[in-house]
């Protein structure tokens, strides 16, 4: 969740320069408007739909009527919706919706715009036709995803002076294809003040950031994605809304307590640490609105899956577990819309940032749950980033490490997304992994070493894995919205990008010798906090399977090992399968002698086989059975 301004929006009540005040005149009969919010383009015209309870009257206004609001005044139907056909009205058009609430008259973008000129322009009709050619994708198994967390305006932006694309994202797709990557998920891309953002500041939450290329190109890119065999995951923000630009603020001219008005909270409960602008989950409308948004990605725009930001701020006022700021509305909102998701959709993945621990965020529904497929798990990313970041290996907590390694949510693996690194953690006064090892120079040897110490457990221990943008090629400094990646790097570093397709290659078992990677169940059977050095099991079926077993030892001191034994699984050759300390993945590296061993009967780490084998400074051996 990025830091923004928590300045209230201020109300706007001026009448535009260019609207004139409507005079309600008999309308003849027109065409019967068509079902649906927002503007609804057909092949006569165009329905425009909009909620506004307190409104007097509304109309719109548009290139089509020369922004006159006289000219097509909304027809009440019910409930405070209002609607009418205007013919001729057509993809392309822009519009705004006119309101007149007692004295005051206001122009609003549509709250369902799907394009907007800006976030301080005007509303545009959108075609919602688009040619999905043999888009017949098929969603990996959540335990074969591999994410890739990026932010479009920065991921392969032309220069320091532009603002990436969806279509310079696209580009990138053959790239991470070859990675191993087949799911990404983008930080989010709806349309926000300016040109560049996290993206968690939404001012039209249906409308596709404007100069990151609108929807067309979204959709485009999510049709590259697929071809690829990416999965694309879009980043949701339901916590708050703007806090800048919002038309949604006060929209139809009403609120109390100088609150926000109809789809806000406009009490105690409007509270966040991005300002007083917390949707109103208990108004029916409001929760409508949310659902279809969520839905709308999923189904319009083809989107794989969902990850909602902070949602903690959803279900609690203060985002903590103080039962007496609870949000109970804010809970079953969330699960109304991961139930219909199940229930229609089940093949795509919805994905919370709650980071409290909460085993109910990803129970189901049925058993009281909040029914979210996947969260972002905490109890992974502190303890290993911390033992990777200290100064000291005598500081290096082995069994808090061995901790994070076992975690499992309702008795599920994947019930965790893990990472080292995304926007939050390398970012708001803390940097990359590498800089936090060593400032100013995150390029050195223990940066190296250690980063990838952290890469290699996020894709061999139970969760989904998750890396972000440039983690690969080391890059360096903190994120921000401003500076680009510096792809060069992708060649100068070549050895380590070449590392992590590696690891990626084990994670998804391309070469039929590490499917543990991929299975159920782990045990972390070695813990040596003198030494520090940790060893892990993963397995699918059976530990006593050959090549369903995978283990895992991990060095966290700068000290090589050169007969270190551990217990073993099963009997028979245990093949070394990666060994992080390769010269091939960096000239530093020292290419420290990790070969394979035979399993030696006897008892050892609760295994009734074991094994002696060296493992380098820093470094992550990966073994499997040999068939």
Not at 107 to 134: E, I
Not at 281 to 289: D, F
Request: glycine share 10%; hydrophobic share 40%; charged share 20%.
């Amino acid at each position: 969740m990025s830091t923004v301004s928590a300045s209230k929006p201020a109300p706007r009540a001026t009448a535009s320069a260019k609207t004139a005040t409507p005079k309600p005149a008999p309308q003849p009969a027109g065409p019967a408007p068509q079902p649906g919010m927002g503007a609804v383009p057909h092949a006569d015209g165009t329905t425009f739909r909009v909620w506004a309870p307190h409104a007097d009257a509304v109309s719109v206004i548009g290139t089509f009527n020369e922004w006159q609001a006289d000219k097509n005044p909304l027809q009440h139907e019910a409930d405070g919706y209002w609607a009418l056909d205007v013919p001729g009205a057509k993809p392309g058009d822009e519009y705004k919706f006119h309101i007149v609430n007692g004295k005051q008259q206001f122009d609003r973008n549509d709250p369902y715009a799907r394009q907007v000129t800006n976030s301080a322009g005007s509303s545009v009709v959108h075609d919602p036709n688009f040619d999905w050619a043999d888009d017949n994708f098929q969603m990996p198994a959540w335990n074969e995803l591999v994410i890739y967390e990026l932010h479009v305006g920065t991921f392969n932006a032309p220069d320091a002076d532009k603002v990436g694309t969806f279509a310079d994202v696209a580009e990138k797709l053959p790239y991470l294809r070859d990675l191993g990557i087949n799911c990404i998920e983008l930080l989010p891309a709806t349309e926000f003040p300016g040109s560049r953002s996290w993206g968690y500041n939404p001012a039209n939450p249906f409308a596709l950031e404007s100069d990151y290329g609108g929807p067309v190109a979204f959709k485009e890119l999510v049709k590259a994605a697929h071809q690829h065999g990416i999965a694309v995951v879009l980043d949701v923000v339901y916590n708050h809304f703007g806090p800048g630009d919002l038309d949604l603020w006060q929209f139809d001219g009403w609120s109390e307590n100088d609150g926000g008005g109809i789809y806000f909270y406009n009490d105690w409960k409007a509270e966040t640490p991005w300002g007083h602008n917390r949707p109103d989950y208990g108004r029916p409308e409001v929760r409508q609105y949310i659902r279809d948004n969520a839905l709308m990605w999923l189904q319009e725009y083809r989107v794989d899956g969902l990850r909602a930001d902070a949602i903690a701020f959803i279900r609690n006022v203060k985002g903590e577990e103080n039962p007496g700021d609870d949000l109970p509305e804010g809970w079953s909102l969330m699960r109304w819309i991961n139930e219909e998701i199940d229930q229609t959709m089940p093949w795509k993945i919805t994905i919370a940032e709650d980071m409290r621990g909460n085993a109910g965020i990803t129970e189901s529904v049925a058993n009281g749950g909040q029914g979210f497929d996947s969260q972002w798990d905490s109890s992974f990313v502190y303890p290993i980033v911390e033992a990777l970041t200290a100064p000291f290996d005598a500081d290096r907590n082995m069994q808090a490490v061995a901790q994070a390694l076992a975690v499992t949510y309702n008795g599920d693996a994947f019930r965790r997304v893990i990472y080292t690194e995304s926007h939050d953690e390398v970012a708001n006064g803390k940097s990359r992994v590498a800089e936090e090892i060593m400032p100013g120079a995150a390029d050195s040897y223990f940066s190296k070493k250690r980063t990838t110490l952290g890469a290699a457990l996020v894709l061999t221990a139970p969760g989904i894995p998750m890396l972000f943008q440039g983690q690969e090629f080391l890059a360096d400094g903190e994120f921000n919205d401003a500076e680009p990646l510096v792809w060069a790097h992708v060649e100068s570093r070549a050895g380590l990008v070449h590392l992590y397709r590696d690891l990626i290659a084990l994670r998804r078992n391309y070469h039929g010798t590490t499917r543990g990677l991929s299975g159920q169940h782990t045990r972390v059977f070695h813990v040596n906090d003198a030494d520090k050095l940790v060893a892990f099991a993963r397995w699918n079926q059976s530990e006593n399977t050959p090549g369903d077993t995978t283990v895992v030892l991990a060095n966290f001191a700068n000290q090589a090992r050169d007969n270190y034994t551990i217990g073993l699984p099963g009997p028979g050759r245990w093949t070394v399968r990666f060994n992080s300390d390769w010269t091939g993945y960096d000239g530093e590296f020292g290419d420290f002698d990790s070969f394979g061993v035979d399993a030696e009967a006897g008892e050892y780490d609760g295994y009734a086989w074991h094994g002696s084998i060296g493992v380098a400074p820093y470094a992550v051996l990966i073994l499997s059975q040999e068939g």
